[in-house]
């Protein structure tokens, strides 16, 4: 009989020397070889972080707000259904022959709350079994006492609100000043805010702003707010011209 | 033969071509910044495409698309950091050969199994183009609406089964996207399906608002909140023409690799992730020097490039014959076809087959346009790797109010993907996957179509298997459950 090749791997494995350390000591040796092999798993490798309870439970009460909702914000008040449902699925799969003229599936699942109650089935036991998962790693987290504070994560998400209300201020400034002098703004005053304060940064973001409004508006003629209050201040030839281009 | 010349005849305009160029030379910068994926990119251009013409759209995305991979090998190879996500494999031998002073021979081999992946699928494509062409005009009569429902369903399926170890959350968010995708009012029976009588919310979420928010808008805001990154020098040093000799010592790798890249890119739901698991898990059998690999192996390198590199070409297949997209950036480009009056699906072999060869061989143009400017401006494009993050925060938070406002001129829609990119932002935050919500939005809204489109040939609940493709798409859906179900099992009981 053949006698089966030893991988490389394996042969490397199996010839790794005991560690000896000086800080050990003589008397501790250890056959483990240092864990070198990369893993491609890794690239797809997941862990729960703290913050992801709280996500899981805010997505848990989400679908069971979905949920709530269904039976008034689908059509199911309109819905058309055999008497006899139990019956009927029995016919469906042929376990009961049917007696005469029965309701054709496709008569069902055209209604409106059929797409919402397919969806449910995926979001609602997702939900609920991702929130199983959150709580068994938060568990784990206390039981190998590990830090379960959210207060860092929390305190990302909240800084992350601030840079929500710069993009909320260019949104409504835009009608006001115009998409030439708001981009400007933002592309200048966040930077600035951000700590690029420099001669040369303010010029790269000038720059950078000018080419983006040349680009999509000049260029690319895409639509942006019209009834510019900015705009309308200006004589006639020039409100034109700005209207049109910027 | 005829179809392909039409092909040709199509790209044969300045704007394709410069189309083609931007898309190619854009992409390749935008995958070189690290946080700035082909999704962002393609995310802020969607809106910028309604305004041009239907294939100059095409191919810029397209560009974008198949260039960026390329791009993000830089400074994963460089600095250790991905450009694009799916460039973290190319991490362990990439960097590791910048660390023996070999960064210039890392990227060359980087370049050349890139390109040969992506040749391998396209002229994988246009090969089954010519040969299978004819006969698959008759496609669009196998596939009726309850064969198409079916393979989105397997498409959902596929993406929740491909996240390993995040399928409840994978599922939950596909979920989620499902339900974006419902709310509105029902045009046929006037039912408002969550619209809690606010009236912004009849028509609908665009698709738009919400990739634009959950990609775009999330994304500088994680980079905003987050700090600026402090990459190391790297110095390149050395020609960048060898890599192609090298890559002829491993050419059993690289066609593996470019095979599961292209059969991988194919499967909707699946993509380069598990195409590079593979491979590389290949590549590692078969290497006569196993220990290597994560060190510096020029066999990882490549299967890593050439399988993510073979995925773009592969992944607009489902989407052009069955219309299903597999991925996010595919699915955005349907948004394109739907803008162009371009039903891709079945009937695009007989409708449009010109079409379908000027897209593959824009994208061989492309992975030619692509290697030339990496050969003679690497040097250029590494600079872009040290643009502070922030400022790209900055910027991308400018060009996605431009992205959403211009679809339909509101404010509410600004408001709305303002919301989605916070629930993006948060998403990121967990590590949680982004994807399942677009291909909820789309995978879903295309299940509700063919099934309520074809309800009326459903007298029982067998009429919807009874179909060959949709029958043996169902029994793919019952194994690719049942195989995930006990791998799950199994990796539980391992881990006890």
Partial sequence: MKSR????????ATAVRPLRSSATGPGFASACPPDKKINVTDITDFRRGRGDLIFSLFMAGLALFFLLFFFTQTGWEDRKLPHNMARYWMDQFGVTAPEGRTARLGRILKQGWVAPLICLCVLVPAALWNLRGA???????????????????????????????????????????GYLVSTVLLGTLLPWRLGYRGVRWMGICLAVSFTIVLVFRTGLQIKTPVNIWLYDQLPQGMETFMQVWF | MEAFW??????????????????????????????IGPAIAIAILLPATVFLDDLVSLVLLLGVYGSSMYGGAIPAILINTPGTPVNALTTYDGYAMTRRGEAARGLSLAYSASFFGGCFSILLGLGALMLFGPYLRDLGALFGQRDIF????????????AHRKTMGIAALLFGLGFLIALVGRQS???????TFGIEYLYPGFNLIVVIVGIFAISQALFLLAGKDADPPEARLKGGLLHGFGE????????TISAGYGTIMGIIPGVGEFVAQFFSYSTARAMSKEPGRFGRGAPDGLIASEASNNAVPAAAMVPLLAL????????????????????????????????FLFSLFIALLIINVLVILTLLFSTKWIAKIIYVPNRLLGAFILILAFVGVFSIRNSFA????????????????????????IVLGLVLGSIMIEKLTAGAGQIKTVFDLVNRPVSGTLFVVILIVIAVTITQSLRTRRFEH
């Fill in chain 2, 323 to 354: 219309g299903v997209p597999g991925e996010a950036l595919t699915a955005m480009m349907m948004v394109v076809f739907f803008d162009a009056g371009i039903k891709p699906g079945p009937d695009i072999f007989e409708n449009n087959p010109d």
């Fill in chain 1, 5 to 12: 090749a030893v991988s490389p791997a394996l042969k490397s």
């Fill in chain 1, 135 to 177: 709580w068994r790693a938060h568990a784990w987290r206390k039981r190998f006492k590990q830090s379960t504070a959210v207060t860092y994560e929390l305190g990302q998400w909240l800084r992350a609100l601030e840079y929500v209300a710069w993009f909320v201020a260019y949104t409504l400034l835009v009608p006001v000043l």
């Fill in chain 2, 413 to 436: 829609d600004c408001m709305f993907a303002a919301g989605f990119g916070y629930l993006g932002f948060i998403l990121r935050r967990l590590d949680w996957p982004l994807v399942p």
């Fill in chain 2, 6 to 35: 039409a092909g040709l005849d199509n790209l044969a305009s300045w704007p394709v071509l410069v189309a083609i160029l931007i898309g190619s030379v854009g992409g390749l910068a935008i995958g070189a910044v690290p946080g």
């Fill in chain 2, 150 to 161: 079916m393979a989105a369903a397997l498409g959902a399926v596929l993406l929740i089964a």
């Fill in chain 2, 247 to 254: 890559l002829k010592k491993h050419p059993a790798v690289a």
């Fill in chain 2, 188 to 194: 046929l029976k006037q039912i408002d399906r969550y």
